[in-house]
């Protein structure tokens, strides 16, 4: 099986790019926000399945420029589906927990009801409906959230960063979300690509919650650093342009019960990272 994956060089595409079988093409190779580019690269590579994992990910830069985040976010995925369904392939578009409005106090189905509270969100969204409508047979969306592991800046490897310059840091403890981590994901999405799933909306992140708080006492222990050197804070402590969610539990019931590999602990995946 040839699948394709957009933003070859991001930290998921670099990640897939490690598998058999994957081409993971960089932007100078495919340029998702120009349609010949597009249409030439499927034509081209005749990829049983592409995963898109190209996006505009600057949550507060989108904040000031809706239009960039929209032609990456909304307008490409819809193209590259409708690729798709004239040469025939599957598409696997990654989206994201910021579809919700992040006031729910049990992690999110891939049915419940979306609010998006941001540029990034909202863009985001119109892109699964993009996917959706353009190619409703063989097109996968799947939910990730706070995903790290590299080779881009990632707040694990900030932790890491942070432990050696700072004697102490604060890090907010009333978010909570699904550590994920980025070899797992792309793992997940490969097995996948590769099954007999039905068409719809999925979620994948490890499993477990998390606040950032804990994600950075957990990295500290893990590295042999003391945990007490991180200081629970709050997110008013840190105004950004784009309000976070403070809540983003993502359920993987649906994708558990499609017989797709169940996710491991967030604690396990992020020590494995850790350690390797």
């Not at 058999?20 to 990829?47: K, N, Q, Y």
């Not at 995903?147 to 960063?161: A, C, I, K, L, Q």
């Not at 604060?170 to 994901?185: F, H, N, R």
């Amino acid at each position: 099986m040839k699948i394709l994956v957009t933003g070859g060089t991001g930290q998921l595409g670099h990640h897939l790019a490690q598998h058999p079988g994957v081409v993971a093409l960089s932007r100078a190779e495919l340029d998702i926000t120009s349609p010949d580019s597009v249409f030439d690269a499927i034509a081209r590579h005749r990829p049983d399945a592409v995963i898109n994992a190209a996006a505009y990910t600057a949550v507060d830069a989108a904040e000031e420029d809706e239009a960039a985040a929209g032609l990456v976010n909304e307008s490409a995925p819809g193209v590259l589906a409708t690729a798709l369904a004239l040469h025939g392939g599957r598409l696997i578009h990654v989206s994201t927990d910021y579809v919700f409005d992040g006031t729910a106090t049990k992690p999110y189905e891939p049915d419940d009801a979306v609010g998006p509270r941001t540029a990034y969100g909202r863009t985001k969204l119109a892109g699964e409906a993009a996917v959706r409508e353009a190619l409703p047979d063989t097109s996968y969306v799947v939910r990730t959230a706070w995903v790290y592991g590299g080779p881009s800046p990632n707040f694990v490897d900030t932790m890491r960063r942070l432990e050696k310059e700072r004697d102490t840091i604060d890090v907010v403890a009333d978010q909570i979300g699904s550590p994920t981590y980025v070899a797992d994901l792309a793992d997940a999405l490969l097995e996948l690509a590769r099954s007999a799933v039905p068409a719809g909306v999925l979620h994948y992140v490890n499993a477990g919650t998390a606040s950032w708080f804990d994600l950075a006492r957990e990295t500290f222990r893990l590295v042999g650093a003391d945990p007490d050197r991180v200081r629970p804070t709050t997110t008013d402590k840190f105004p950004r342009p784009a309000p976070r969610p403070a809540w983003s539990v993502l359920s993987t019931k649906a994708w558990t019960d499609a017989d797709l590999t169940a996710p491991r602990p967030w604690q396990d995946a992020l020590a494995d990272y850790l350690t390797r």
